[in-house]
């Protein structure tokens, strides 16, 4: 069959598709597509020029523990994606899609053989983590942000300082216009359909125009119609210089005919490597032959999984992604007309001379807080719900609380009331602040996933924001609901007890935070919702020993109960409310607690400071916030930095071998 080529015009710039004369018509619509969309679609023009990147690798092998064995995903496979080029790899289920696309995008480090070079040379991940960026196959975004402003906050934290507002906007502008999101630019991200959330996500990525963009299924869940628009759109951001490799589960015929490259796995072994036109006249080599009436994806993929022996076969016969069949198309050249962030990388990196060597992010921690803190205090306003049901939650709470011990806070008949009134405050505000981020955080922390490996901003950053971002709303709510249940319980109206007691309710409330921050970044919902109330029902019954015997508390329970943040807090609340009080009113005929001093003393509690017990529950909130802030370290870094894991395993397995 002889190869056709056809040169079009798409924006000013010609394309080449090359095809076989089986599949004229399937091609024809490829260019058509390509045309109809260069008519409505503007060239990224004003985008930082960026240079060619090829990604190459060689014997890459790929194997998990599960259990005693190790089982090998990827054996040994080779192979290139080019600039200019958009490439799919294909496969089976389980063929080891994802695995390879997350090797070559650098998500997985750990248990990998072989060589992957980025233009020849050895990919130095500090380098390539600037220069690529990987869009998984779910569409997490922030819900609560317009698709501008999304834009914006992904052109404030990319581009660095140096460029003005003004240039920003005309870099999402264009963005916007090229990707067809500009009519939506006012929409919420959680009104878009499924086609436009994958094209935001492409659209955020693309602010600092990485010449390598790894997709992950991105036509997963869409259409046919979308689908096709995706695949021209990745077609026409590919022949603008990048390097865009996708993995697609099974594409139609219309849809396999628009990659440039096709990269084929089963079982771990690449089966083809070359043009889509080219496939066929492969397979036929092999003596699989096609029917005319058959999708060449749908064949091959049925072939590989019916045929055992045809896996080893056309693995032997391209030397496992070594030998590919392959025209090069014709690539469009940019129009230079921004000098948008210097020359920085015009040359490939990979000398100690790069200036991206020095350039840790474009922009400073400083800058990265005040951005990611606006967006998320920006989404918390919008959260109008949550809002409401936290108000309607701690009234309520506050009055029910209230009512119970109506009026009882100054009488010695019953001083034990007063103890029930501070655990009650306490109970409501730790159960309430630690499950609000076990049951939300985790899917926050997929985001963060996405934008953290995606370069956008520092963790520190990032765990800072997140850090003093609830502080506000949590201090107008406890004061809220301890000033509705203080008064109505009869405590002293002295100001200085009631800040007092407010201050330890709130310090309750961010360390029992601080404890859902913890078990949201180690765990999903689901695990979450049970770890979080088995976790701090110990911290309260601890808290709770030694009521009626406080001079005689063992000396081991004395030091587990100083384990407990709830103890301190309780106590602080115990000291505003009885330290240095006149004696209480006695409502009946013997009051023995009329003295607060003897009541303190019989809750272990008399030779306690309050200045002391706050401080306490302040280190426990810096204990917990950094186990936080390494356990979500150790999560990011577990998928795609885990050299500390990788020496570990090692260490098990000689152990084991000994």
């Avoid at 940019?334 to 990196?349: E, L, R």
């Amino acid at each position: 069959m002889a190869n056709v080529p056809l040169v079009r015009r798409v924006n000013g710039f010609e394309a080449t598709d090359s095809i076989t004369s089986s599949h004229k018509d399937s091609n024809r619509w490829s260019v058509a597509a390509l045309e109809r969309a260069g008519s409505t679609l503007k060239a990224l023009n004003r985008l930082a020029i960026r240079p060619p990147v090829h990604v190459g690798f060689e014997d890459v092998g790929f194997t998990v523990n599960s259990g005693k064995n190790e089982r090998e995903i990827l054996h040994k496979v080779s192979g290139e994606f080019r600039s200019g080029e958009l490439a799919c790899i294909i496969g089976p289920s389980g063929a080891g899609k994802s695995t390879l696309l997350n090797i070559l995008s650098g998500y997985i480090t750990q248990n990998i053989c072989g060589k992957i070079t980025i233009n020849g040379q050895a990919r130095n991940m500090k380098i390539f983590k600037k220069l690529s960026c990987y869009i998984q196959q779910d569409d997490v975004l922030q819900q609560w942000l317009t698709v501008s402003e999304s834009m914006k906050v992904a052109a404030d934290l990319k581009l660095g300082q140096e460029l003005g507002s003004t240039e920003k906007e005309l870099i999402v502008e264009e963005i916007l216009q090229t990707l067809g999101l500009y009519d939506h630019r006012d929409t919420m991200t959680q009104s878009l359909s499924g086609g436009q959330l994958k094209r935001l996500a492409i659209a955020l990525e693309l602010v600092n125009n990485p010449p390598v963009v790894f997709l992950d299924e991105p036509t997963t869940g869409l259409d046919v119609v979308s689908v096709r628009q995706m695949a021209v759109l990745l077609r026409l951001l590919s022949r603008q210089g990048r390097t865009i490799v996708c993995t697609i589960h099974q594409p139609s015929a219309t849809l396999f005919s628009l990659f440039d490259r096709v990269y084929i796995l089963a079982q771990g072994l690449c089966c083809y490597q070359g043009t889509s036109s080219m496939l066929l006249p492969f397979l036929t080599e092999a003596r699989y032959i096609c029917p005319k009436t058959h999708n060449p994806a749908d064949f091959v993929l049925e072939t590989l999984s019916s045929v055992p022996e045809a896996r080893r076969q056309l693995s032997e016969l391209c030397h496992n992604g070594k030998i590919h069949k392959y025209q090069e198309p014709t690539m469009m050249p940019y129009k230079k007309s921004s000098k948008i962030h210097s020359d920085a990388i015009q040359i490939f990196p990979g000398t100690e001379k790069d200036p991206l060597l020095k350039m840790e992010y474009p922009t400073t921690f400083l800058f990265q807080f005040y951005i990611l803190i606006k967006r998320m205090v920006t989404q918390s306003k919008r959260e109008s719900l949550k809002l409401w049901l936290q108000l309607l939650h701690h009234s309520l709470g506050a009055l029910v609380v209230g009512s119970i011990f109506f009026g009882l806070g100054n009488d010695a008949k019953s001083p034990m009331v007063n103890i029930k009134f501070c655990l009650c405050c306490q109970v409501f505000f730790m159960f309430t602040y630690a499950m609000i981020p076990i049951l939300l955080f985790p899917t926050e922390v997929e985001v963060l996933k996405r934008e953290y490996f995606n370069h956008w901003y520092s963790f520190k950053a990032y765990y800072a924001a997140r850090t003093l971002n609830t502080v506000p709303t949590t201090l107008f709510f406890t004061t809220l609901f301890t000033t509705v249940a203080y008064f109505m319980a009869g405590q002293p109206t002295d100001w200085v007890r009631f800040v007092l007691f407010t201050t330890c309710g709130f310090l309750t409330a961010i360390c029992s935070e601080s404890i859902g921050l913890l078990i949201g970044a180690l765990c999903n919902e689901r695990n979450g919702a049970i770890l979080g109330p088995s976790a701090v029902a110990p911290l309260l019954a601890l808290a709770c020993y030694g009521f009626g015997f406080g001079e005689h508390i063992e000396p081991l329970m004395r030091y587990l109960m100083n384990t407990s943040f709830v103890r301190y807090s309780l106590s602080g609340q115990c000291l505003a409310l009885f330290h240095n009080r006149a004696p209480l009113s006695c409502s009946g005929d013997i009051c023995i607690y009329s003295d607060p001093k003897i009541f303190l003393r019989d809750l272990g509690m008399i030779e306690d400071i309050y200045w002391q017990q706050a401080l306490a529950v302040i280190l426990f909130i810096f204990l917990f916030r950094i186990m936080g802030f390494l356990a979500l370290k150790f999560k990011l870094f577990a998928g795609f930095n885990s050299e500390t894991m990788v020496y570990i395993s090692k260490l098990v397995k000689r152990r084991n071998t000994k």
